[in-house]
């Protein structure tokens, strides 16, 4: 344990703010104790820390203390779901996974073998996982929940752009002339970036800030122009603004000659979205659309942001693609101020996406589809040259098909709560509790996941180990353990080494410290977009957060992708990939006829298992809520705080009710914190439906279709 401050990035969202985190007590001073008398450690903004400067939002300023509440301590065992859990040792723990994963890959083949991890995992231990799986076992059955938050903007960067990596900075806030925030509250959800974004919008009259969602959130208010289209009208809108953007020639024609591919496909696309056509489909007006494309032709700096709004969706990719043709029309990509740039929900899910953390991807932005990675890495890792297999892995969603068919019989889940954050819940509760084994490695007891453990395993979590993390614009901080574990709890890192070692991989895991395991893994990045083969523990603690590619070759790198305005594509150019709409997966209809959907409240955090702990933001946000348009409400005769049912085609739910103009009629909003640990039947997910993008595999959350039942008062 420090009795010094140490530097960290909150492990919350992806903006990644720097914090400074100094000791409970002081010399001479009080010590600073939550509302149960535990002292807590003191939390400020790190001003030095080049992507937040100081700032911090409720959820970083609280999260120390969270850290002592309702923690796992030891290693806890169980034959099956319905016996309590014993306390067993470490070694007893290890052994009986090693074992089991071992009898499973004989028998069973090592196909039927996953691991669910998330973006709170740090980078070394998102790696020794892929080691792990993808190398030693010859399984890409490692997915984590990215897959729920960014998988549609990774496929969509790559598809449009060759590479995934967002090419904009958080200096593109300050420099842009107009912001055009499309499926994010940011205010919310983002709040720091939102911050930095509103004191240039403030500042300067010519900035606009163009805010598309359905419903009038906290950013939205702020905007000069707020366009409340129907769910799953993105594709129609920005095709109209294409189509606006082309017919009066404020595009840039050199770019398009000289840096893109597939320009006809795309004119020939938005010929058919002409104002009148976008405005009835989206259920705005045609003035509206004819704004949103004015601004964009008026400013040279367009920053588009988008976050959940657009990922979370059946034609996800899609719209990510569709986003950034209007950036590739008016040549707005690898320059200040202008990009896209896609807000990524967890801390360390940029990390991820760097180390393969997905069921297609391998470290160093490498696809498990494509024969040279595969043989780039098995040349690192020193594998047998085939032991890395070319089909993707189980996305989340498929490995819970997977548990339902009896194919997945291991199944070890890692820093996540799948049994709130999936679609579907009933569903997933049900494949859940057939799983034959399975592990929760939580720094939590209980979580509504840890319900359908046989293995408990103990992690340490954020404060209590060391390892790396990479927010949103590609800015790497060390992020340094300030106290011991709790318990008997390890690093996650260090936990899936014991276990390899265990199956005899003792020679590939014998990692005594997670800054061994960051030398290895930056090798794997050598020469790849994501270079950053010039980092260590060592580098980051004397040079502070630095971002990439930061290869070894010295010389600060860009802090834009692409300022060369060539691509990683074959022929070098970004392409063109231009669609019409599909609008959502389970529209509205006469059973059904209300769309819900979902979101994230400003002091909450996925599914609360850190923040449902603190005080302060549990004051903020009590209870859970549905929001209703006065007019729906009136006709259904619902009250304000009167409780309603929620029924979809998959569960049911219950909400007390919110009636506010801030929603589209017919369209009603749920927050998706939720669990049954903390509101029994208020689960938003018990709601939803698992269909997904087909290129990017990410299920659409963010809609689906229900009926509104006034329940009499509670
Ligand atoms: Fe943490 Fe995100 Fe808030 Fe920054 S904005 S303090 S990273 S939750």
């Known amino acids: ?69 309702d923690r796992l301590r030891y290693p806890m065992l169980r034959e099956s779901l319905d016996q309590p859990f014993r306390r067993a040792s470490w070694d007893e723990a290890l052994d009986l996974i090693a074992n089991r994963l071992k009898t499973v890959c004989d028998e069973s083949g090592a196909n039927a073998t996953c691991m669910y991890g998330s973006g709170q ?100 208010e702020v905007a000069d122009l707020h366009l409340a289209i129907q769910p799953g009208t993105d594709i129609d809108l920005l095709n109209g603004i294409g189509y606006l953007l082309l017919q009066w020639g404020e595009i840039d024609r050199s770019f398009i000659d000289e840096c893109t591919s597939k320009f006809s496909d795309f004119a020939e696309v938005v010929q058919h979205y002409p104002p009148q056509e976008v405005a009835k489909r989206c259920g705005i007006s045609a003035k509206e659309v004819e704004l949103a494309a004015r601004y ?47 807000l990524t929900g967890q801390p360390n899910a940029m990390g991820g996406r760097e180390v393969g953390g997905l069921a297609h991807l391998l470290p160093g932005y490498r696809s498990v589809s494509n024969a040279q990675h595969r043989q780039e890495l098995e040349h690192l890792w020193q594998l047998p040259p085939g032991q890395i297999s070319p089909s993707p892995g189980r996305t989340a969603w498929d490995i819970i098909r997977g ?51 046989h293995v408990l395993l103990p992690a340490a979590q954020w404060g209590e ?14 992020c340094s353990a300030f106290r011991s574990p709790v318990g008997e709890a390890k690093p996650d890192w260090e936990i899936i080494s014991q276990v390899a070692r265990r199956i005899g991989f003792g020679n590939k895991f014998a990692f005594t410290s997670s800054a061994q395991v960051y030398a290895e893994y930056v090798q794997v990045t050598r020469d790849r977009p994501c270079d950053m083969t010039g980092l260590s523990h060592e580098r980051l603690l004397a ?34 990939s231009a669609c019409h709409s599909q609008g959502l997966a389970e529209p509205a209809d006469p059973e059904y006829p209300f769309v819900l959907t979902t979101g994230r409240l400003y002091g909450h955090w996925h599914t609360q298992t850190r923040t449902g702990r603190i005080d ?62 903390w509101a029994d039947k208020s689960e938003a997910n018990a709601l939803t439906h698992p269909k997904s993008c087909p290129h990017s595999l990410q299920p659409e959350l963010k809609a689906c279709a229900v009926q509104i039942v006034p329940l009499a008062v509670k």
């Open 121 to 220: 995992m740090q980078t070394e231990e998102y790696y020794v996982a892929q080691k792990l799986l993808k190398g030693c076992l010859g399984t890409n059955n490692f997915d984590s929940n990215s897959r729920l938050c960014m998988s549609s903007a990774v496929a969509g960067y790559v598809q449009s752009l060759g590479s995934d990596g967002p090419p904009c900075c958080y200096e593109d806030l300050d420099l842009t002339d107009c912001a055009f925030i499309i499926g994010s509250n940011t205010a919310e959800c983002h709040p720091i970036v939102f911050n930095r974004l509103q004191k240039h919008h403030k500042r300067n009259h010519h900035v606009k800030l163009i805010v598309v969602d359905p419903r009038r959130t906290p950013t939205a």
């Open 616 to 677: 302060k933001i549990k004051q903020m946000h009590p209870e859970p809520f549905m929001e209703i348009h006065p007019r729906d409400a009136r006709t259904l005769g619902i009250e304000d705080n009167q409780w309603v049912e929620v029924r979809s085609r998959r569960g049911i739910a219950q909400f007390p009710a919110k009636i506010t103009s801030a929603i589209a009629p017919n369209t009603v909003f749920v927050p998706m914190h939720w669990g049954y640990l």
């Open 403 to 453: 548990l339902e068919t009896g194919e997945v019989q291991f199944l070890w889940v890692v820093a996540t709560n799948p049994a709130v954050s999936l679609p579907d819940l009933e569903r997933v509760k049900a494949a859940l509790a057939k799983s034959p084994f399975t592990v929760c490695q939580d720094a939590y007891y209980p979580t509504e996941t840890t319900a359908y453990a």
């Open 1 to 69: 344990m420090t009795d010094s401050s140490i530097k960290t990035q909150c492990p919350y969202c992806g903006v990644g703010c720097g914090l400074e985190v100094s000791p409970p007590a002081a010399p001479g001073k009080a010590v600073n104790r939550d509302s149960q008398g535990n002292p807590v450690w003191k939390v400020k903004g790190d001003r030095h820390h080049p992507s937040s400067q100081g700032m911090v939002c409720v959820k970083g300023a609280t999260v120390a203390e969270s850290i002592d509440r």
């Open 543 to 576: 040079d502070g957060p630095t971002q990439w590619p930061c290869p070894d070759r010295g010389n600060a790198s860009p802090k834009r992708l692409y300022t060369d305005l060539r691509f990683p594509t074959a022929d070098g150019r970004a392409k063109f």
């Open 296 to 342: 964009w032709s008026e400013s040279k700096r367009v920053l588009s942001l988008w976050s959940q709004g657009v990922n979370q969706s059946s034609e996800g990719t899609a719209k990510v693609c569709s986003l950034i043709n209007l950036h590739l029309l008016t040549g707005q990509i690898g320059k200040p101020g202008c990009g896209p740039f896609s």
């Open 465 to 478: 180990k060391t390892g790396v993390m990479t927010n949103s614009e590609r800015v790497v901080t060390l």
